[in-house]
């Protein structure tokens, strides 16, 4: 199979594939904080598309399309990231949720509830479902970055280009685990997990599924996230 990159120029290559990059940034901005600035996301965009053409291999199977388009996403991300707008003390409040999530679950043996929680973080319903608000508000979430993943974790290892045995099998197993964590969420967060990322639906039309408000619904998610961070730390 011959590359279908060796016959087009760098110019060409852009021409047909911007618009690739424009659809990824437009459906991440709809995730992100107002804050965050269109052209700074195309930008980073194209720079992944650019690294796509230089490493890109079509014996690997993968169309040029797909391998561009997790290139582009990835890009965006990691200028996201590097960003980073989330003051400190948001980043220290979302591992307190986590762990007062995990210590409650560890003692019970069941779900923790909003009140168990908030009663760990010896804090009030109200201020709870505040963090739980800034955190939603605050972070781009995908089911790999749940667990806030670094490129040393068997997540993070997982995206590498060519992964050996060892690392295959532990990100496999990442993977296994996290999908059973999702599957023992309580039932609404599941849902709106399975709404937000399997249907692409927006936190407002959750909410009208649902029947809840578009905050609400945004706590609900950002509780999924801590939860299944804190039933996944050992793989952190």
Excluded: C
């Excluded at 391998?67 to 200028?79: H, L, Q, S, T």
């Amino acid at each position: 199979m011959y590359n279908e990159l060796e016959f087009k120029s760098g110019q060409e290559l852009i021409r047909e594939y911007t618009p690739l990059v424009k659809r990824i940034a437009h459906h991440l901005l709809a995730r992100l904080p107002a804050s965050v600035v269109l052209d700074d996301l195309l930008q980073a965009g194209m720079i992944g598309l650019l690294e796509a053409s230089r490493r890109y291999d079509a014996s690997k199977g993968a169309s040029f399309e797909t391998f561009a388009g997790i290139r582009i996403r990835g890009a965006i991300i990691d200028e996201v990231r590097r960003g980073d707008w989330t003051p400190r003390s948001v980043h220290r409040n979302a591992r307190r949720v986590s762990d007062a999530i995990h210590a409650v679950e560890h003692r019970t043996g069941r779900d923790a509830t909003d009140t168990e929680v908030a009663a760990e973080l010896g804090v009030t319903l109200s201020d709870y479902h505040g963090l739980l608000q800034d955190s939603m508000d605050s972070r781009l979430f995908s089911y790999d970055q749940l667990t806030e993943a670094g490129e040393d974790s068997p997540a993070g290892q997982f995206a590498a280009d060519e992964p050996g045995p060892g690392i295959q099998h532990e990100s496999q197993g990442f993977r296994q685990a996290l999908a059973d964590a999702i599957g023992r969420l309580p039932e609404r967060e599941r849902l709106v997990l399975s709404l937000y990322y399997d249907e692409e639906l927006n936190l407002k039309e959750i909410g009208q599924v649902l029947g809840v408000s578009e905050s609400r619904v945004s706590q609900i998610h950002s509780q999924a996230a801590l939860r299944l961070r804190g039933r996944l730390k050992d793989w952190r």
